[in-house]
């Protein structure tokens, strides 16, 4: 059973579109995130979401703006996509425990393309 | 600001090797550290989690060692195999930080030779 899947696993598309990737989590955590990894294979996170409301936005461009119908779920849509957005971008879930002695559960990754 | 650097960015080795992998960050208000092993193509797969108030923590050829007062962290990995090969990637989860969020190094890319 997969714990925490990503559609569409590959994603190209044209600059100035808008496009949506979608995560879920069978796990039955209450926190979600979006990590993205760039070329340079360097992680950093985006969003992180506790029980649909969100905690932390780090920075990210107002082009992306994530959405979480419930707490299995934490979508990612991107508007106005730049050649800057490729990246692979990555959910990941975990239990909400601020002394963390739980770990993080990551999906398969999306890659992004635009051309 | 925290950060987390990892030495060194590549290894190969051959087979049956014992390593070491460096992970030093520059804020010890940590609650834990974490090793994932990130394979080509492929998500994230934890390895080992040592909590602040540990030393160390161990699973089958690994051992992870945690010295937050000097802010360094190693994997050592016993045997290596061939199936070894992947990117290893260590994270740590700050004190002061709201949402569980993880701070990553950029990786050591280890290369196992048959």
């Known amino acids: 059973d997969t714990a925490v899947s990503q559609t569409p696993k590959y994603l190209v598309t044209q600059m100035g579109n808008d496009k949506s990737i979608k995560c879920e989590q069978n796990?039955?955590?209450?926190?979600m995130y979006w990590y993205k990894q760039d070329s340079k294979k360097f992680l950093k996170i985006m969003f992180s979401y506790n029980n649909k409301e969100l905690i932390i936005n780090e920075t990210v461009p107002n082009r992306f703006s994530p959405k979480s119908p419930d707490k299995a779920h934490l979508n990612l849509h991107i508007n106005s996509l730049e050649l800057g957005d490729s990246a692979v971008y990555f959910c990941?879930?975990?239990?909400?425990?601020?002394?963390?002695?739980?770990?993080?559960?990551f999906g398969p990754g999306t890659r992004l393309t635009v051309l | 600001k925290q950060e987390v650097t990892q030495i060194p960015a590549a290894l190969s080795v051959p087979e049956g090797e014992n390593l070491v992998l460096n992970c030093s960050f520059t804020d010890s208000a940590i609650y834990n550290l974490q090793w994932f092993r990130q394979d080509p193509g492929k998500g994230l797969t934890s390895l080992l989690l040592i909590q602040s108030s540990q030393r160390e923590q161990t699973s089958g050829r690994l051992n992870a060692s945690l010295d937050k007062s000097s802010g360094r962290s190693t994997l050592y990995i016993a045997a290596s195999q061939p199936g070894d090969s992947a990117t290893y990637l260590c994270?740590?989860?700050?004190?002061?930080?709201?949402?569980?969020?993880?701070?990553f190094g950029q990786g050591t890319e280890l290369s196992v030779k048959p």
């Open positions: 990941a879930s975990s239990l909400w425990d601020r002394a963390s002695t739980d770990t993080q559960y």
């Open positions: 796990l039955g955590h209450d926190t």
């Open positions: 994270a740590v989860s700050p004190i002061y930080n709201q949402g569980g969020k993880l701070i």
